[in-house]
Structures are given as C-alpha cells and as structure tokens.
C-alpha cells in the first residue's frame, strides 16, 4: 500500500511512513511480519535511504541467524538457504558506504559487524572472526574527530580471547588498556555535567578490571616483576575510585597464587588459590565458581600441584556433550572469551536494548566532538 502511494504522495511523506512503521514493527515483535520487514527493506533499498536499509537489515540479519540455527539443529531443514541469506545481507552491510553515515549509522554498522563477528566464530572460523575485527577497527579509527574508543576496546578485547600466541595475547590486552585509558581522557575533557563522576568511575572499574587480566596473563607468561606491578596498579585504582568487585579481587588473588609458583613457593600459592575459591564462593553462583575452580586446576597442573576434582557430579552429568571438544580449546585470558550462544541468544530483544545505547552514544559523541 505504501508502495502504491507512492504514486499519488509525495516520496517524502511515504518515506517518513516507512520509518515510522519499521519503529513500531522493532518495538513489537519483527519477527511474526518478518514479511513486512523484507518489503520495507527492498522499499528502502529502491530508494537509495540507507538509514532505512540499516534498521531494516539489523532485523533481517538477527532473523536469519534464528532461522539458521534451528536448521542446523533439526536434520528436516536445510540451513544452506538461510545461509546464503545472511552472506547476501552482510554483503549488503559491508557495501554501505561508511564515510558520510551519520555517527549513529556509523555506530549501529559497528555493532552489526561485531554480530558477523561473533556468528563466524561459532559458525565459521576463528580467521574469519578475526578479519571482521579487523575491519570494526579500521573503521572505528576512521570516525573523526574522535574515534568511539569503548568499541576501539571491546574489538580488542575479542582478539585478545582468540589469541593462542601469548606474546599477541599480550599485546591485545595491553591495546584494551590503551583504548580505555583514551575514553577516560576523552570523556574527562569534553564532558561537563552531573553524570561525568559516574561515567569515569565506571571507566575506572573497566580499566581495574582489565589491569587484572593483564596480570593473569603477565604471571601465567612469567612474567613475574611486570604481573606484580599490574596488581599494584589494580588494587591502587581500586581504592582512589573505591572500586568494589568480587570478580577483580577474586582473579588477583589467582594471579598472586600463579607468581608464588613461579617462584617456588607451592604454600604461597596454596594460600592465594584457597582465598581466590573463598572469594568465588561468597558470590554465590555456581557457574562462576565453576569457572574458578578451572582457572586454579589449570594453575596448580602447571605449577605441579595435585589437582582435587570440586565439580559435583550432578552438575558434571549436564555439561552438554560439546563440552568436552571445548575442554580441549586454548585457554583465552578469563572473563573475555566470545561466549557461544543458544539458539535464543541471537533474540532481536537481545540487541534492540544495546543499538538502543549505541545510538545514545553516537549522538553523545557528536555533540560533544562539536
């Protein structure tokens, strides 16, 4: 109908008509007019409205991720089509001009990219996921005049889960630090107003948090002078912005354990992973706690102390099956692996709420680079 309007109204006001709709149909559930949605999409694509074509691909793309996954999982449906389908939409992505988007445009293609990202990890390969990366930052870095360093850090952040080489891995994590320590800056001069304390004080528990990985990775490298004065850097940035985190604290103390056993002090060791577990423990959640034990059993084997088996067996008998080949993986630094998600986990719902930020973001950036 739209369509036929077109005709007889002017292209202005249907275009305003067709945002309107792809609102109310994101706001409400896409995925029953799924229809709808493509008509839309071509509708834009015709006239050349690439603001339209972007929202129309989000759903498009986050639809044919659920449409392939149940595929791969029941043998009566073929997941090639829908396949082919979403290598057709990124290439539709990817072909958007980027240069003249507007900053929120620009960040709403970041975060699909990041989506292609995460899909060929779990359905393609690691190199292909590092690729798509590569080509988030190189765009990330282009947005004048200041580049949004918070998706700068968390692109380096993934890379830093797929490294197996520990000197790369290194390397990306200390980028992750880099990258937030420049949107603390960045915030800090161009932000004046009565969130400013909160923002950096949430920056400076991001940045804490990511100083403890890289003293994990500094003590698991050997590194043992440049892992103990990151801990010292951690906890000192903990206490100016009173910074109270289970999970910082409970990793630290982990790494301590790491570095007596480089130096030969098994008790001292004993001592940290005993307090680290505690720490675990008194959060109360049983994955994390799994997660914990891991970490300490893969410490202890390599240091050359037994290893005592903590996880229950009830819990033991419902790891899925897949489990087991991921046993196997290379270890990537804790807390920042690209995590696998169900079926579900590629839900529109999951996404609307971030792009929703994202464009908050955009909008804050270009005023503030104003």
């Given at each position: 109908a739209f369509q036929e309007g077109v005709a007889r109204t002017d292209l202005t006001s249907c275009l305003q008509l067709m945002h309107i709709q792809l609102h109310v149909l994101k706001v409400t559930d896409p995925m029953k007019h799924?229809?709808?949605?493509?008509?839309?999409?071509?509708?834009?694509?015709?006239?050349?409205?690439?603001?339209?074509?972007?929202?129309?691909?989000?759903?498009?793309?986050?639809?044919?991720i659920n449409q392939f996954k149940a595929a791969t999982n029941d043998h009566d449906n073929d997941p090639a089509a829908y396949l082919s389908a979403l290598?057709?939409?990124?290439?539709?992505?990817?072909?958007?001009?980027?240069?003249?988007?507007?900053?929120?445009?620009?960040?709403?293609?970041?975060?699909?990219?990041?989506?292609?990202?995460?899909?060929?990890?779990?359905?393609?390969?690691?190199?292909?996921?590092?690729?798509?990366?590569?080509?988030?930052?190189?765009?990330?870095n282009s947005m004048a005049p200041i580049p949004p360093q918070h998706v700068i850090a968390e692109v380096y952040k993934k890379l830093t889960a797929l490294s197996e080489d520990p000197a790369e891995q290194l390397e990306n994590i200390t980028a992750v630090e880099a990258s937030l320590r420049q949107f603390q800056i960045d915030v800090d001069a161009r932000i004046q107003n009565d969130q400013k304390s909160e923002i950096l004080t949430k920056i400076a528990g991001d940045i804490a948090d990511t100083l403890c990985n890289k003293a994990f990775v500094q003590a698991e490298q050997g590194l043992i002078d440049d892992a103990e004065k990151t801990l010292e850097e951690t906890s000192a940035l903990c206490e100016t912005n009173s910074i109270q985190n289970s999970r910082i604290n409970c990793l630290s103390q982990i790494a301590r354990g790491i570095l007596c056993l480089k130096k030969g002090n098994q008790d001292g060791a004993e001592d940290n992973f005993r307090k680290g577990v505690a720490l675990a423990e008194a959060v109360n959640d049983d994955e994390v706690l799994k997660q914990v034990h891991e970490l300490v059993n893969d410490a202890k084997a390599k240091g050359g102390i037994q290893v005592t088996t903590n996880t229950p067996v009830k819990e033991a008998a419902q790891v899925p099956k897949k489990a087991a080949a991921a046993a196997s993986t290379p270890k990537t630094y804790p807390g920042t692996a690209i995590r696998k998600k169900d079926a579900a986990g590629f839900d529109l719902s999951d996404h609307i709420p971030l792009l929703v930020f994202i464009a908050f973001l955009a909008i804050f950036f270009h005023l503030v680079s104003q």
């Amino acid at each position: 109908a739209f369509q036929e309007g077109v005709a007889r109204t002017d292209l202005t006001s249907c275009l305003q008509l067709m945002h309107i709709q792809l609102h109310v149909l994101k706001v409400t559930d896409p995925m029953k007019h799924i229809n709808l949605v493509e008509s839309t999409h071509a509708f834009f694509k015709s006239q050349n409205e690439v603001k339209g074509v972007l929202g129309c691909l989000e759903v498009l793309l986050v639809y044919n991720i659920n449409q392939f996954k149940a595929a791969t999982n029941d043998h009566d449906n073929d997941p090639a089509a829908y396949l082919s389908a979403l290598e057709d939409l990124w290439g539709q992505l990817r072909a958007v001009p980027f240069a003249p988007l507007e900053h929120e445009e620009k960040f709403g293609v970041l975060k699909l990219l990041q989506l292609y990202a995460d899909f060929n990890v779990e359905h393609d390969s690691k190199d292909a996921c590092r690729k798509v990366l590569h080509e988030v930052l190189a765009l990330a870095n282009s947005m004048a005049p200041i580049p949004p360093q918070h998706v700068i850090a968390e692109v380096y952040k993934k890379l830093t889960a797929l490294s197996e080489d520990p000197a790369e891995q290194l390397e990306n994590i200390t980028a992750v630090e880099a990258s937030l320590r420049q949107f603390q800056i960045d915030v800090d001069a161009r932000i004046q107003n009565d969130q400013k304390s909160e923002i950096l004080t949430k920056i400076a528990g991001d940045i804490a948090d990511t100083l403890c990985n890289k003293a994990f990775v500094q003590a698991e490298q050997g590194l043992i002078d440049d892992a103990e004065k990151t801990l010292e850097e951690t906890s000192a940035l903990c206490e100016t912005n009173s910074i109270q985190n289970s999970r910082i604290n409970c990793l630290s103390q982990i790494a301590r354990g790491i570095l007596c056993l480089k130096k030969g002090n098994q008790d001292g060791a004993e001592d940290n992973f005993r307090k680290g577990v505690a720490l675990a423990e008194a959060v109360n959640d049983d994955e994390v706690l799994k997660q914990v034990h891991e970490l300490v059993n893969d410490a202890k084997a390599k240091g050359g102390i037994q290893v005592t088996t903590n996880t229950p067996v009830k819990e033991a008998a419902q790891v899925p099956k897949k489990a087991a080949a991921a046993a196997s993986t290379p270890k990537t630094y804790p807390g920042t692996a690209i995590r696998k998600k169900d079926a579900a986990g590629f839900d529109l719902s999951d996404h609307i709420p971030l792009l929703v930020f994202i464009a908050f973001l955009a909008i804050f950036f270009h005023l503030v680079s104003q």
